[in-house]
Nanobody, 126 residues
Framework: QVQLVESGGGLVQAGGSLRLSCAAS????????MGWFRQALGKEREFVGA????????AFDDSVKGRFTLSRDTAKNTVYLQMNSLKPEDTAVYYC???????????????????WGQGTQVTVSS
């Protein structure tokens, strides 16, 4: 069992930055992938980005590529999503998720992630 707790959401003006944190506890695996998804009001949950826990490997959706970065602190079991140049369309509830990398692949679909956090709201004002 893996427990995930997100933090760092809030209200920011367009062009601003926020850093989300995802603290993991419980059972972890060396092949684990930590992903971020978001869900805007009235829309489907969508992939934002993900990072491999033990290797330097990341993947991002095209909508955030070049603006968002991912890092992890293995000593703290925490993954960080740094969001820069935020836009109003980035407004959503952001969820952290944990999954297992199969054949080295970074999953981009919800079904590839078994554990989820409770979500944190990010609101970007224009």
């Amino acid at each position: 069992q893996v427990q995930l707790v997100e933090s760092g959401g809030g209200l920011v003006q367009a062009g601003g930055s926020l850093r989300l944190s995802c603290a993991a506890s419980g059972r972890t695996f060396s092949s684990q992938v930590m992903g971020w998804f978001r869900q805007a009001l009235g829309k489907e949950r969508e992939f934002v980005g993900a990072i491999k826990w033990n290797n330097i490997g990341t993947a991002f959706d095209d909508s955030v590529k070049g603006r968002f970065t991912l890092s992890r602190d293995t000593a703290k079991n925490t993954v960080y999503l740094q969001m820069n140049s935020l836009k109003p369309e980035d407004t959503a509830v952001y969820y952290c998720a944990a999954g297992t990398s199969v054949w080295g692949r970074i999953g981009r679909t919800q079904k590839e992630y078994s554990y989820w956090g409770q979500g944190t709201q990010v609101t970007v004002s224009s």
